[in-house]
């Protein structure tokens, strides 16, 4: 069983910037596909980024593209999610989930095995 646990939301202005951090509990974290998804109130969990095992395939949303980061870093059991030019519609609940099996980034919740129990992230006009 994986257990991720993620942190670093909060409320900052619109502009401003936060880095969301995921640690993962196991041995087997390197060999995962990480994702950051997000769900708003009264909406569906939506795709936000991607990275395979290795990092070389990265996806993100278009909603989010030039303006987020993934990146992982395997000996901390870690990803992270760098939010730069957050606007009031980044608004939502952010998740990292991890996917076992395929090693390749899913850009659908399909996939992922398991999920942390999410952060909120508030971003005020």
């Known amino acids: 069983q994986v257990q991720l646990v993620e942190s670093g939301g909060g409320l900052v202005q619109a502009g401003g910037s936060l880095r969301l951090s995921c640690v993962a509990s196991?041995?087997?974290?390197?060999?995962?596909?990480m994702g950051w998804f997000r769900q708003a109130p009264g909406k569906e969990r939506d795709f936000v980024a991607a990275?395979?095992?290795?990092?070389?395939?990265?996806y993100y949303a278009d909603s989010v593209k030039g303006r987020f980061t993934i990146s992982r870093d395997n000996a901390k059991n870690t990803v992270y999610l760098q939010m730069n030019s957050l606007k009031p519609e980044d608004t939502a609940v952010y998740y990292c989930?991890?996917?076992?099996?395929?090693?390749?980034?899913?850009?659908?919740?399909?996939?992922?095995?398991?999920w942390g129990q999410g952060t909120q992230v508030t971003v005020s006009s």
């Open positions: 989930a991890a996917d076992r099996t395929s090693g390749a980034p899913g850009i659908s919740t399909g996939p992922y095995d398991y």
């Open positions: 196991g041995r087997s974290f390197s060999s995962y596909a």
């Open positions: 990275m395979s095992w290795g990092g070389g395939s990265i």
